[in-house]
């Protein structure tokens, strides 16, 4: 039952705390787990949902949806935070869930949120109690868990994967929130414009929490007119001035892999669309400098060999000036990339010969390609029988140079791309003069 203490302390909690929804019909988003007819949706309506983990970015429900399991199940319900809790306490829930389970039959549910924050001590000792079902346990992460969490446990669990709120999703919890007078806005009267909730839920980016506090600090600091606090699109923008980034790693990594896919696809719109999401999210751009230059060669190469020159020059760009100066002289290098014609002949040359390198037997150096460059090298024979080859015509000469264990390996393929066709024209001729 509701007191005068808790009622306050729910009336000083953020707007998003007082609007969560209690039932599944109030739930926003996520119809493809809790939709009509959906697996979750039934396990929780029948209270037999199972050790589950909530995998999605902020904002997105899943703390709001452990809340609505909380309401509607006949078990007790037991919720942790992993940045705050050890073993001790979890020991304890343990505990409890066991005489619960022996005296009432009775299950108990535990929600653990930031869930990926635990260790390998922490997760093991949950285990036993995962396993013989004392325990039900509700993962809630923003990460992915297959990668951030020990394998014990999510074996144990079924992931359910939440993705970001709809812009139409979040102006429906934004119109919920300013009608509703009780735990709401709608005691303000607030008269928000249709481009001014546009604005918030764009810039929310998926987060409906970030969306509902913005609303709420919007409302609150405007003064009324004739009993109504309207809102305009320029009070909208100040009270979420910038859009809300969800990123941890496992996303940072996703977005650098498409980034690097579009450099070697040649889509320079879509390598300047990740680059830019990179840097806004905080990646350093030391990091996409590297990849730049990397791919100068893995997949520019001797097409265009310009390449290179473009995105070292681009990295000493980022030393000499930083950011955000540096942007132009980066987006430069990332357009001449993905602009280039492409080979991946230096990339295949550099592999076929480290493999043989690893797999080969080692032979001693031929003796025409020894060092001759220290005292007694002639009495050792190192140099007999070497050709100059700039004391031949064209200054090349025919000789053998690889070493004997792979030798007639052709490793190095020119391709017919750009600059690199002049390359394979001049190697053709070459074999076809020394068959």
Not at 39 to 46: D, E
Not at 59 to 77: D, E, P, R, V, Y
Not at 306 to 328: D, F, N, S
Request: proline fraction near 5%; charge should be negative; hydrophobic fraction near 40%.
């Amino acid at each position: 039952m509701e007191d005068l203490f808790s009622r306050s302390i729910k009336k000083n909690a953020p707007l998003a705390d007082r609007m969560r929804p209690t039932t599944l019909d109030e739930f926003i988003g996520q119809s493809h787990i809790v939709g009509k007819g959906s697996l979750l949706r039934r396990a929780i309506q029948t209270d037999s949902l199972q050790s589950s983990i909530f995998w999605g970015p902020p904002g997105c429900g899943k703390t709001t949806l452990a809340s609505i399991i909380a309401h509607t199940t006949n078990s007790s319900f037991v919720k942790l935070n992993a940045v705050t809790t050890g073993v001790k306490e979890v020991r304890e829930v343990i505990a409890e869930a066991e005489r619960n389970l022996k005296l009432y039959g009775r299950e108990t549910f535990l929600l653990l949120d930031e869930c990926h924050r635990w260790n390998k001590a922490q997760s093991d000792s949950i285990l036993p109690a995962l396993e013989s079902g004392t325990v039900k346990f509700i993962g809630s992460t923003t990460e992915n868990p297959m990668i951030s969490m020990t394998g014990a446990i999510v074996s144990r669990c079924r992931l359910f994967q939440f993705y970001p709120l709809t812009v139409d999703d979040i102006k429906t919890a934004m119109r919920r929130a300013l009608a509703d007078n009780e735990n709401g806005l709608g005691m303000y009267g607030p008269d928000f414009d249709e481009d001014a909730l546009d604005h918030i839920a764009v810039t929310a980016n998926g987060d409906a929490r970030a969306a509902l506090n913005a609303i709420e600090l919007a409302v609150r600091t405007t003064d009324p007119e004739n009993g109504r606090v309207h809102i305009t699109k320029a009070i909208a923008a100040e009270s979420i001035q910038k859009k809300v980034v969800k990123c941890d790693e496992q996303q940072l990594y996703d977005m650098l892999s498409a980034f690097c896919k579009s450099l070697r696809g040649g889509d320079s719109n879509a390598a300047l669309a990740w680059f830019s999401r990179l840097v806004y999210a905080g990646m350093d751009p030391r990091i996409i400098c590297r990849r730049i230059i990397a791919h100068a060669s893995e997949d520019v190469g001797l097409a265009n060999p310009t390449a290179m020159q473009q995105a070292v020059a681009a990295a000493q760009a980022l030393e000499l000036i930083g950011m955000p100066e540096a942007r132009l002289s980066i987006t430069q290098a990332i357009i001449f990339v993905c602009e280039s014609p492409k080979s991946n002949s230096v990339v295949m040359a550099v592999d076929a010969a480290f493999a043989d390198a690893e797999h080969t037997i080692d032979e001693p150096v031929p003796i025409h390609l020894r060092d001759t460059s220290f005292r007694g090298a002639e009495k050792l024979g190192h140099g007999v029988g070497y050709k100059y080859p700039h004391d031949y015509p064209n200054h090349e000469v025919e000789q053998e140079y690889m070493p004997p264990s792979v030798r007639g390996r052709e490793y190095y393929v020119p391709s017919e791309m750009g600059t690199e066709g002049r390359i394979k024209a001049r190697h053709d001729a070459k074999k076809n003069k020394d068959k």
